[in-house]
């Protein structure tokens, strides 16, 4: 209806001024004849000195409406009015000055919005300082890695950045090889698990922390051979140092927390459904207890729980149900408890790392991987840029954190083996065992099995009582541990391949003797 309306105005527009024109015409037409008469002129010239005299009248009509506009605009020109290009370029913007550095030049090139690049020394490479311009972050710089490697014909391992703790638009850049810079081992000897802890170094051999992780439960997952499990043995080293527990449960065949099981709490490395449960059943009276005895006022040592690898308990699906439904109980349980669980893999996938997994364990730790999707796997959401598949191949170790301080790369402190078995030792010969434990452990010597019937007849060599009976003969040995210990380990079989039988393992009984 609308339509037809605005049709027929336009319609009876056209006829108006079609009128409008016919009149005109006629008009001017009069006014030529009379003209023509009055003067006595021919038709030509009649036509040129009218048409003159009109455009001369338009044309001041024109000026005068122009300074009219003028006048009413403050003096400047009027729109449609055009400034003279010299003008109109000493008034327009400057554009962005050209950085002094050829970093800074080629940042602008990449049109990266970057507000400074200043050159700063780096011990084996070229470092630069970047610092963005606002709004922007330091993630728009980052995401340029690939292109800076192109345009400096290298790989993208030579292009490194390390975040500026406490700024989101400061960066430094480093070209050249990655974490050639090792720093010393800090001082430990004050070490305090719920302050700051160390836990890595950056680009610049700069030691970097992460605020107290007691509570806090971690997830380590990458590549095979990226080094998880040298992070996990750092940070039991650090609990050793600090008075410190120690849960360990190895489902790898490789043995590599062996060095540890005399200063463990539970020590397990059969890669057994039985195995793990029983030490998470551990872990939760642990905290049950330590949770009873808070009405004293006092604080119980911090715990680490070390469960690596967790695809070794997750195999089986009914036994894998079990296992998560147990971790997650456990990790809602003892973060009160100043108990912290870690969890390693080296299969980043959704099958492994369930939405279970990713719930419970909030610290989260990725070493190199073969694809940004396993990156994400593990990290979940980070900034543009980050990407675990990118860390430094040359720098084993290298690591990228999710925790209470943002999203960090940085490469992990190693220690030797032998550090290790110092603390082990300083832990275990910390503890004075009482007679009855001396007795014991004099019996093993350097054996580290010992069948029920060995250890009898140690002790009658020592001046106990043990009958000859099997079964009783069984309880007073276990009397005698209990009475050294607090405790008696579980009977497992050991010896010989070819003639296992029922004992105890020393390691078990060191472990509670530094439990006590």
Avoid at 154 to 182: C, D, K
Avoid at 258 to 265: M, Q
Avoid at 475 to 498: C, K, N
Wanted: charged share 25%.
């Amino acid at each position: 209806m609308g339509k037809r309306k605005q049709q027929a105005s336009h319609d009876d527009d056209v006829w108006g001024q079609a009128a409008g024109a016919i009149g005109t015409l006629v008009v001017a037409a009069g006014i030529l004849a009379a003209i023509k008469d009055k003067l006595g002129l021919s038709w030509l010239a009649t036509i040129l000195v009218t048409g003159g005299f009109l455009v001369a009248i338009g044309y001041a009509a024109w000026r005068v409406r122009v300074l009219l506009l003028t006048w009413k605009a403050g003096g400047k020109p009027a729109n449609g009015d055009k400034k003279p290009a010299a003008a109109m370029a000493a008034e327009a913007p400057a554009g962005p000055q050209e950085m002094p550095t050829a970093m800074g030049r080629l940042l602008q090139r990449l049109q990266a919005p970057v507000e400074s690049v200043e050159a700063i020394p780096h011990p084996s490479g070229e470092g630069h300082l970047v610092r963005v311009a606002a709004p922007h972050t330091t993630a728009t710089v980052v995401r340029l890695r690939e292109s800076i490697a192109s345009e400096l014909d290298m790989t993208q391992e030579a292009v490194n950045f390390a975040a500026v703790e406490g700024s989101i638009r400061n960066v430094r850049m480093l070209i050249g090889t990655p974490y050639t810079h090792i720093p010393a081992l800090p001082d430990l000897t004050a070490l305090d698990l719920d302050a700051d802890i160390p836990l890595g170094y950056d680009l610049w051999g700069n030691i970097l922390t992460m605020p107290s992780p007691i509570g806090k439960h971690f997830l380590v997952a990458g590549e095979t051979e990226g080094g998880k499990t040298s992070f996990l043995k750092f940070l039991a080293y650090l609990f050793l140092l600090a008075g410190g527990r120690l849960v360990i449960v190895d489902g790898k065949p490789d043995r590599d927390y062996v060095d540890f099981r005399d200063a463990c709490d539970y020590y397990d490395d059969s890669m057994t459904h039985k195995g793990v449960m029983g030490a998470l059943d551990y872990v939760r009276e642990v905290a049950e207890r330590r949770g009873r005895s808070k009405r004293d006022g006092t604080r119980p040592e911090p715990m680490l729980v070390i469960i690596d690898e967790i695809l070794t308990f997750k195999e089986d699906p009914i036994e894998g149900k079990e296992f998560e439904g147990a971790l997650k109980i456990t990790a809602s349980q003892v973060r009160s408890a100043r108990i912290l669980v870690a969890c390693a893999t080296q299969h980043p996938r959704d099958d492994v790392i369930s939405t279970v997994i990713k719930n419970n364990l909030t610290v989260q730790v990725a070493f190199k991987v073969m694809s940004q999707a396993a990156s994400r796997m593990i990290l979940g959401t980070v900034p543009d840029g980050v990407n675990a598949e990118l860390l430094p191949a040359s720098a084993r170790g290298t690591f990228i954190i999710k925790d209470p301080r943002g999203v960090r790369e940085m490469r992990g402190l190693f220690i030797t083996d032998d550090m290790i078995r110092r603390a082990v030792k300083v832990r275990v010969d910390a503890v004075e065992p009482n007679e009855h434990a001396k007795a014991v452990l004099a019996a093993y010597g350097k054996t580290d099995f010992l069948s029920t019937e060995e250890l009898a007849q140690a002790l009658r060599e020592c001046g106990y009582t043990i009958p000859d009976g099997s079964q009783a003969m069984g309880m007073a040995v276990r009397d005698v541990i209990v009475s050294g210990f607090g405790a008696a380990p579980e009977v497992t079989q050991g010896g010989p391949a070819s003639s296992r039988r029922k004992g105890r393992r020393k390691a078990d009984l060191l472990a509670l003797l530094a439990r006590s």
